[in-house]
């Protein structure tokens, strides 16, 4: 991960400017720079991962105009062939230097040529103005506000703005901003012209063949590789067929409640299936609640899934940046959105079911997707998404939702049966029942937060305190807790996040006061 800012205007003291970005140096650690526009300033942290000399720093300057990016930019170098062959130079070996030759060829079109995760601002000296952009998904985080003279201020994380901007967006996925206005260039989730009509094998098959696309090419990297490896569907099948594509050990990383973590057993059959340099990392009660403030002031939510279900990734990562060179991290998310949750056994319809598919996928900037760049950048790392690829999202959205709805008895059967013939994981693996990662690090992780708010309120505080934010209301004393710390953070702030991500309360069977997998009538062999 990297860090950037950019401000359309120096309408702020230079001192307080520089101190916006240093709140995420943690992004980048490697190197910064602060640099001066006609009217403003660009500023980057950098962690090097592609590209590690000095000549890789950003800003990019090209003839005046300028660039900072958070991003990979994967298969970058037919690309860079081609401007090359139009007379341009490139002094690195930096996936992110061919912004600028783009910008220069192809101007705002650029933006959907891209098979990228990234956010990224421009400053165009002709038009002394700047621009800026933000991948599909929001894997890459960016944020907006504007100063009190009304100009416009870019940022990695909504602590880059707090104390200078009155109110703070998340920068929409999928759009660019120029001209003073946001345009949408990419929907990866709105099916035109129906359904594909391609059959269950055929399905299977493409989907098979995209991810494995998907992560061969976020293996590109200059910096160690590590993966994330809870022991379910996902991050095992990023495992399995990334030791495959490589040839070689991987290194994996589970952690776990110490005394009834359910997934460290699994995670180490896939380890030692696959011949894994595995590393398992233990967590208590004590440390949960300890972490928990530097967790949500990391995180920017108070969100309740959100939150559980950071506390293991946060705290696997710090272990990870602690104790190994691993920069860059593979995970598993976003596989859910696509193929189905839990809860999401109980849609009323295949349409209901793509409906819901749809909202979560647009939605994943601030849950998921949030978690994941949030607990990795926050210890210096990068992380990639392989389920997030651009052409596998957009095929699986296109898939006639009456295959992906359980019409089989078991969850993600498209994605178990698409990698069902290749014998890369153990049977049981491949089959296994799903149980979400804030419960499968342990029952008891979740039991602890919520015994732990019981005793910070009693029911009158929690009636008297909760009524202080009308918006996303705090409706347990686990919520009210983590609400408190997020506005002691980022006050005033709560409306960055749309709501609590919560199973869609309409549909039988859904409507529930706590988002756990639990409480659901279909948990089942999940907790086992």
Same mark, same amino acid.
Request: proline fraction near 4%; glycine fraction near 8%.
């Given at each position: 991960?990297?860090?950037?800012?950019?401000?359309?205007?120096?309408?702020?003291?230079?001192?307080?400017?520089?101190?916006?970005?240093?709140?995420?140096?943690?992004?980048?650690?490697?190197?910064?720079?602060?640099?001066?526009?006609?009217?403003?300033?660009?500023?980057?942290?950098?962690?090097?991962?592609?590209?590690?000399?000095?000549?890789?720093?950003?800003?990019?300057?090209?003839?005046?105009?300028?660039?900072?990016?958070?991003?990979?930019?994967?298969?970058?170098?037919?690309?860079?062939?081609?401007?090359?062959?139009?007379?341009?130079?490139?002094?690195?070996?930096?996936?992110?230097?061919?912004?600028?030759?783009?910008?220069?060829?192809?101007?705002?079109?650029?933006?959907?040529?891209?098979?990228?995760?990234?956010?990224?601002?421009?400053?165009?000296?002709?038009?002394?103005?700047?621009?800026?952009?933000?991948?599909?998904?929001?894997?890459?985080?960016?944020?907006?506000?504007?100063?009190?003279?009304?100009?416009?201020?870019?940022?990695?994380?909504?602590?880059?703005?707090?104390?200078?901007?009155?109110?703070?967006?998340?920068?929409?996925?999928?759009?660019?901003?120029?001209?003073?206005?946001?345009?949408?260039?990419?929907?990866?989730?709105?099916?035109?012209?129906?359904?594909?009509?391609?059959?269950?094998?055929?399905?299977?098959?493409?989907?098979?063949?995209?991810?494995?696309?998907?992560?061969?090419?976020?293996?590109?990297?200059?910096?160690?590789?590590?993966?994330?490896?809870?022991?379910?569907?996902?991050?095992?099948?990023?495992?399995?067929?990334?030791?495959?594509?490589?040839?070689?050990?991987?290194?994996?990383?589970?952690?776990?409640?110490?005394?009834?973590?359910? +997934?460290?057993?699994?995670?180490?059959?896939?380890?030692?299936?696959?011949?894994?340099?595995?590393?398992?990392?233990?967590?208590?009660?004590?440390?949960?609640?300890?972490?928990?403030?530097?967790?949500?002031?990391?995180?920017?939510?108070?969100?309740?899934?959100?939150?559980?279900?950071?506390?293991?990734?946060?705290?696997?990562?710090?272990?990870?940046?602690?104790?190994?060179?691993?920069?860059?991290?593979?995970?598993?998310?976003?596989?859910?959105?696509?193929?189905?949750?839990?809860?999401?056994?109980?849609?009323?319809?295949?349409? /209901?079911?793509?409906?819901?598919?749809?909202?979560?996928?647009? /939605?994943?900037?601030?849950? +998921?997707?949030?978690?994941?760049?949030?607990?990795?950048?926050?210890?210096?790392?990068?992380?990639?998404?392989?389920?997030?690829?651009?052409?596998?999202?957009?095929?699986?959205?296109?898939?006639?939702?009456?295959?992906?709805?359980?019409?089989?008895?078991?969850?993600?059967?498209?994605?178990?049966?698409?990698?069902?013939?290749?014998?890369?994981?153990?049977?049981?693996?491949?089959?296994?029942?799903?149980?979400?990662?804030?419960?499968?690090?342990?029952?008891?992780?979740?039991? +602890?937060?919520?015994?732990?708010?019981?005793?910070?309120?009693?029911?009158?505080?929690?009636?008297?305190?909760?009524?202080?934010?009308?918006?996303?209301?705090?409706?347990?004393?686990?919520?009210?807790?983590?609400?408190?710390?997020?506005?002691?953070?980022?006050?005033?702030?709560? /409306?960055?996040?749309?709501?609590?991500?919560?199973?869609?309360?309409?549909?039988?069977?859904?409507?529930?006061?706590?988002?756990?997998?639990?409480?659901?009538?279909?948990?089942?062999?999940?907790?086992?």
């Amino acid at each position: 991960m990297c860090s950037i800012v950019g401000f359309e205007k120096r309408s702020i003291p230079y001192i307080l400017a520089q101190d916006c970005l240093n709140r995420t140096k943690s992004r980048g650690p490697d190197m910064t720079r602060f640099v001066e526009t006609k009217n403003g300033w660009l500023g980057f942290h950098r962690l090097a991962i592609m590209g590690l000399t000095p000549e890789g720093m950003q800003p990019f300057e090209l003839d005046g105009d300028m660039a900072v990016c958070n991003g990979e930019l994967y298969l970058f170098r037919p690309m860079k062939k081609k401007l090359q062959d139009l007379g341009y130079t490139f002094q690195s070996d930096s996936d992110c230097e061919i912004i600028l030759p783009m910008y220069r060829e192809y101007g705002l079109e650029m933006f959907k040529m891209l098979d990228a995760e990234f956010a990224m601002i421009i400053y165009d000296s002709k038009k002394n103005t700047l621009i800026a952009a933000r991948d599909p998904i929001g894997i890459r985080p960016l944020f907006y506000g504007y100063l009190r003279d009304g100009s416009i201020v870019f940022a990695s994380e909504a602590k880059n703005l707090i104390g200078i901007c009155d109110k703070i967006l998340p920068f929409p996925p999928g759009h660019y901003y120029a001209n003073g206005q946001f345009v949408r260039y990419a929907d990866l989730t709105t099916v035109t012209g129906g359904y594909c009509e391609d059959d269950l094998e055929t399905v299977c098959k493409k989907i098979r063949e995209l991810l494995i696309l998907g992560i061969d090419k976020r293996l590109d990297a200059d910096a160690p590789l590590g993966f994330l490896l809870s022991g379910g569907l996902d991050s095992s099948l990023v495992c399995a067929v990334a030791a495959k594509l490589l040839g070689k050990p991987i290194r994996t990383f589970a952690i776990g409640m110490v005394g009834d973590a359910i +997934d460290l057993k699994y995670a180490q059959e896939v380890a030692d299936f696959l011949g894994a340099d595995h590393t398992v990392v233990y967590m208590n009660r004590d440390e949960v609640i300890a972490s928990l403030e530097e967790v949500i002031a990391a995180l920017g939510t108070y969100d309740i899934t959100t939150i559980r279900a950071s506390m293991g990734m946060y705290l696997v990562c710090k272990a990870i940046h602690e104790q190994t060179d691993i920069r860059v991290l593979m995970t598993g998310e976003i596989s859910d959105e696509l193929f189905g949750y839990k809860y999401t056994d109980f849609a009323p319809s295949a349409e /209901e079911f793509q409906k819901e598919s749809k909202k979560r996928v647009d /939605e994943l900037y601030m849950y +998921d997707v949030l978690r994941a760049d949030r607990c990795i950048s926050a210890n210096s790392l990068e992380a990639r998404v392989p389920f997030g690829d651009l052409d596998f999202v957009k095929y699986v959205m296109s898939i006639d939702p009456e295959k992906k709805m359980n019409v089989y008895n078991k969850g993600k059967y498209l994605l178990r049966h698409a990698f069902e013939n290749d014998h890369i994981l153990p049977e049981d693996i491949l089959w296994r029942e799903k149980a979400a990662f804030s419960d499968a690090v342990g029952h008891s992780m979740v039991d +602890d937060l919520k015994e732990y708010a019981e005793t910070k309120y009693t029911d009158e505080e929690f009636e008297a305190r909760r009524q202080l934010y009308p918006f996303a209301m705090p409706f347990t004393k686990e919520s009210l807790l983590y609400r408190e710390i997020f506005e002691k953070y980022y006050p005033g702030q709560a /409306e960055m996040v749309k709501d609590f991500w919560m199973p869609n309360k309409s549909w039988e069977g859904c409507n529930v006061n706590d988002p756990s997998a639990r409480v659901l009538s279909n948990y089942g062999a999940s907790g086992e």
